[in-house]
């Protein structure tokens, strides 16, 4: 994912909205939660303090560094002999590196 911005959005004269924020944090997931954040960060930057868009925006680049550096809870709780998947927090376990990638 680039953080590239769209054109429209990018413009200077036009009104950050809302709507704008949600756009860029409707598909996140672990793996763009950051690239995300820093969308979003540039986009409602020029803000004032209260500005609607830059608290939506606040809230949202807060849950995406939490996304970003723990992951997500997988799979569900309740299933009888199938344990969740288990989160990017979670501590590895013995004979493991803690490297996703071996």
Same mark, same amino acid.
């Given at each position: 994912?680039s953080? /590239?911005? =769209? &054109?429209? #959005?990018?413009?200077?004269? *036009? !009104? ?9 944090? +409707? ?21 004032? /303090?209260? =500005? &609607?868009? #830059?608290?939506?925006?606040? *809230? !949202? ?9 723990? +992951? ?19 501590a590895?376990g ?9």
């Open positions: 994912m953080e /590239a911005e =769209h &054109p429209d #959005r990018a413009r200077v004269a *036009r !009104e950050v909205s809302i709507e704008d924020v949600r756009q860029l944090m +409707g598909a996140s997931t672990p793996h763009f939660a950051l690239q995300l954040r820093n969308r979003i960060a540039k986009l409602v930057d020029p803000l004032p /303090a209260g =500005h &609607p868009a #830059r608290v939506e925006g606040e *809230r !949202e680049m807060a849950r995406l560094e939490a996304l970003g550096y723990t +992951g997500e809870v997988r799979g569900q709780e309740g299933e009888e002999g199938l344990p969740p998947l288990p989160s990017l927090s979670v590895p013995p004979g493991t590196t803690g490297n996703l990638h071996g």
